[in-house]
């Protein structure tokens, strides 16, 4: 029988590298606290049309990467139902803003997430078909403040912050304003003028969307199109003065708090609902996929998807793509093996092994890590095992049990000793080799 395997731009994490993980997840966190944001969890799968209303209809992510299907209906009550494995998060968390009327509080908003993400791209270095965000959103009415330029500002001194508290040395903020949805429809119109002409020399894509939703074409990663586009008129000229205010003032609040920045007029994204600032963090050791995280604002995204008038701005963070980073740094800096455990427990014969789950129990709920063998196991391989992944074994035989008193052989002094149960966990604790 053939074997089964995870499917293509699908993998395993495993020990220890989730370790990784799991420390980046655990900075993000403790950074999202610091800055009184709360976490969200949106379901994995939502109603197809809430990412086509949102994220765009002519996008790559909706035209050609979501995984979608006919949901038949059980019963006679139910309809069936296009349904769609989340290609992102920020439309799950706006539906649910609408949804529990988290307008209606009045407060800004401030929702953290960390979960997987579905996209049915070619699968290359950094770039998966179930891959992580870890992302925020920061929404609310606009008498919360949150179409305030200070919030952007807020959000990428925010990710400064992060990224430097993750160890993430040499990366680049990209930033740029889209414009008002106002700016966004006259640059679409000076920029389907200036495709007139130029459109029949591209891609069959590209001829569609100069018609459909011009500024998509700014996406298009055909090469022979790329000295076309380069020739196009550029969104910064058809921002208006508020737009323009907008955008200074962000910059002028980075460059108080010391975050520096890149300008990137070419800036615009993958997704329709942005407005007025938008942004990137990349990284030079990522390759083809140099793009860290990515964001912006987006202040008509509620009302596009049937709710209030709800401004908001927030980015997502590819979380397999700082993890290929932080491992290309740390391997650099150091190649340490994983720390080893406090303790690993033989007993001497099947008849102990209860009696050593019990020793393992107790000194567990004492804090310590430790590893459980078997009294199935000769003594030879029980030390072998212990050796590579425990700083001492605690020998449980018939004597042992009896008397209270361990045997505990410290493997980096090579020395053994016998140790009181009442004071084993306080022994185990200390540092080994002495
Ligand atoms: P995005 O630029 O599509 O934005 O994705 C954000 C980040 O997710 C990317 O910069 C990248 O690090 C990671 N990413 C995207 N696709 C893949 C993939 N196939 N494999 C691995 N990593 C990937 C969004 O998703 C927006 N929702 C961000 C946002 C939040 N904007 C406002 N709020």
């Keep these: 029988m053939a074997t089964l395997k995870a499917v293509r731009g699908t993998r395993d994490l495993l020990p220890p590298e989730t370790e990784l993980w799991n420390r980046i997840e655990a900075t993000a966190r403790a950074v999202f606290a610091r800055y009184n944001f709360g976490e969200i969890r949106t379901p994995v799968f939502e109603d197809t049309a809430l990412f086509?209303?949102?994220v765009g209809e002519e996008t790559d992510i909706v035209s050609k990467e979501m995984y979608t299907w006919e949901d038949r209906a059980r019963a006679q009550s139910e309809k069936?139902?296009?349904l769609t494995l989340r290609p992102e998060n920020t439309a799950g968390v706006v539906r649910a803003y609408i949804e529990h009327k988290l307008g209606e509080t009045g407060q800004l908003q401030k929702l953290y997430y960390i979960g997987p993400q579905f996209r049915r791209e070619r699968p290359q270095k950094g770039r998966y078909r179930q891959f992580w965000q870890i992302g925020a959103e920061v929404i609310g009415p606009p008498s919360s403040g949150s179409e305030s330029p200070l919030r952007d500002a807020e959000v990428l001194e925010m990710l400064a912050t992060l990224l430097d508290e993750l160890g993430i040395t040499g990366w680049t903020l990209e930033l740029n304003s889209v414009g008002s949805s106002a700016d966004r429809e006259r640059y679409n119109a000076v920029l389907r003028a200036a495709l007139v002409e130029v459109a029949p020399k591209?891609?069959?894509?590209?001829?569609?969307?100069?018609?459909?939703?011009?500024?998509?074409?700014?996406?298009?990663?055909?090469?022979?199109?790329?000295p076309i586009i380069a020739t196009l008129p550029v969104i910064a000229d058809s921002l208006d003065e508020d737009?323009?205010?907008?955008?200074?003032?962000?910059?002028?609040?980075?460059?108080?708090?010391?975050?520096?920045?890149?300008?990137?007029?070419?800036?615009?994204?993958?997704?329709?609902?942005?407005?007025?600032?938008?942004?990137?963090?990349?990284?030079?050791?990522?390759g083809a996929q140099n793009a860290l995280l990515g964001g912006g604002r987006y202040d008509g995204l509620s009302e596009s998807i049937g709710g209030p008038k709800a401004p908001g701005i927030g980015f997502a963070?590819?979380?397999?793509?700082?993890?290929?980073?932080?491992?290309?740094?740390?391997?650099?800096?150091?190649?340490?093996?994983?720390?080893?455990?406090?303790?690993?427990?033989?007993p001497l014969g099947e008849s102990l092994n209860a009696a050593a789950l019990t020793l393992?129990?107790?000194?567990?709920?004492?804090?310590?890590?430790?590893?459980?063998?078997?009294?199935?196991?000769?003594?030879k391989k029980s030390l072998e095992t212990a050796d590579k992944m425990a700083r001492r074994i605690v020998i449980l035989g018939e004597d042992e049990l009896r008397s209270g008193i361990?045997?505990?052989?410290?493997?980096?002094?090579?020395?053994?000793?016998?140790?009181?149960?009442?004071?084993?966990?306080?022994?185990?604790a200390e540092p080994s080799g002495r």
């Design 317 to 346: 963070m590819g979380l397999d793509r700082l993890v290929l980073t932080l491992q290309a740094q740390e391997s650099v800096e150091s190649s340490a093996a994983p720390e080893k455990i406090h303790a690993y427990i033989a």
């Design 202 to 226: 591209m891609c069959v894509d590209c001829q569609r969307r100069a018609v459909t939703n011009p500024l998509r074409v700014l996406d298009c990663k055909v090469p022979e199109d790329q």
């Design 243 to 286: 737009s323009r205010a907008h955008f200074a003032a962000v910059t002028t609040a980075l460059n108080a708090a010391g975050v520096a920045y890149n300008l990137n007029r070419h800036l615009v994204r993958g997704l329709d609902y942005y407005t007025r600032t938008t942004f990137e963090f990349t990284h030079g050791g990522l």
């Design 52 to 54: 086509s209303r949102s």
């Design 360 to 379: 393992a129990r107790e000194l567990r709920r004492a804090g310590l890590r430790i590893d459980l063998g078997d009294g199935g196991f000769r003594l």
């Design 406 to 428: 361990l045997t505990v052989k410290d493997f980096a002094s090579g020395t053994q000793t016998k140790v009181p149960r009442a004071e084993l966990a306080r022994v185990l």
């Design 80 to 82: 069936s139902q296009s």
